[in-house]
Each structure stands twice: as C-alpha cells, then as structure tokens.
Nanobody
Framework: QVQFVESGGGLVQAGESLRLSCTISGTSFSSENIGWYRQVVGQQREFVAR???????IYVNSVKGRFTISRDDAKSTVFLQMNALRPEDTAMYYC????????WGKGTLVTVSS
C-alpha cells in the first residue's frame, strides 16, 4: 500500500516562505511522477505542481516563479519550496502520484496571513 506523509506546513505572513516535504513508501519512488495538490475548505482539491522521474516539472500558473518542486530519490521524498506566499495560497497541501492513482495522506496545513 502506497503511503504519503506530508509535513512542513505552518502559519506565515504574506511574502514569507515555507518548505513542504512529502515522504512516500510502498512504491518504486524513483520511477513515479509525484504531484503536490491543495484544497481549501469547501472547494475541490487542485493540482499545484508535478515532478517526473527525470526531474522535469510543471506548475499551475498561479504558483509559477514562486514555488519550486524537487525530489530526493535516495530519501523517497518530494519537496515544495514556497516563496512569496500569498493569502490565497492558504490550503491543506497533499502529495500523490500524477496522475492520481493512490489514496490520500493527511496533508499539511499552510496558512498565510495578510
């Protein structure tokens, strides 16, 4: 069973940074496309960024130039460096395969105050 454990969220002010981590077990991590997703209460979960096995990346337009996704295959971990955070980035952040094919972890909450 594939498991995702997200961490690194917190409460920050607008303009500040956070680095999220996602540790993955139960799969051949190095061959997986891994994505970060986020969900605001009452809204649908949305795609944020994805990194492929060769570290190619794609981002949703709203985070381009501010967020950076990276991976450490030796640690089966994917990171999301979030800079210049905005109040609209406030959400619960999750990682999962891309496209989706596994259950969700508990996520990590990011709150950005104005």
């Amino acid at each position: 069973q594939v498991q995702f454990v997200e961490s690194g969220g917190g409460l920050v002010q607008a303009g500040e940074s956070l680095r999220l981590s996602c540790t993955i077990s139960g799969t051949s991590f190095s061959s997986e496309n891994i994505g970060w997703y986020r969900q605001v209460v009452g809204q649908q979960r949305e795609f944020v960024a994805r990194i492929g096995p060769g570290s190619d990346t794609i981002y949703v337009n709203s985070v381009k130039g501010r967020f950076t996704i990276s991976r450490d295959d030796a640690k089966s971990t994917v990171f999301l460096q979030m800079n210049a955070l905005r109040p609209e980035d406030t959400a619960m952040y999750y990682c999962n395969s891309y496209p989706l094919k596994h259950g969700w972890g508990k996520g990590t909450l990011v709150t950005v105050s104005s």
